[in-house]
């Protein structure tokens, strides 16, 4: 699952080296931390949080295959 959110990410910024995603588990739920360069953040939300709702949007159907639930959160 980290390496699809990994590929998201990576294609919609600008500064790919500064993307780091932090994978936690808290029982069946998983909680990825995701931190971009502070210019890429924008685009990573989107306009009224758009972008960040259909990737949260994708890879909830991806976990749901696996029968997990997932969280992702955006860090500055």
Do not use: C
């Given at each position: 699952m980290k390496e699809i959110l990994e590929i998201?990410?990576?294609?919609?910024?600008d500064n790919q080296e500064k993307v780091t995603i932090t994978e936690k588990e808290e029982g069946k739920t998983t909680v990825f931390?995701?931190?971009?360069?502070?210019t890429d953040m924008g685009k990573v939300i989107g306009k009224q949080g758009r972008v960040a709702k259909s990737i949260r949007t994708v890879?909830?159907?991806?976990?749901?295959?696996?029968?997990?639930?997932?969280?992702i959160e955006f860090v500055d």
């Amino acid at each position: 699952m980290k390496e699809i959110l990994e590929i998201l990410i990576k294609n919609l910024v600008d500064n790919q080296e500064k993307v780091t995603i932090t994978e936690k588990e808290e029982g069946k739920t998983t909680v990825f931390e995701v931190k971009v360069s502070e210019t890429d953040m924008g685009k990573v939300i989107g306009k009224q949080g758009r972008v960040a709702k259909s990737i949260r949007t994708v890879m909830k159907s991806v976990a749901a295959k696996e029968h997990k639930k997932l969280v992702i959160e955006f860090v500055d």
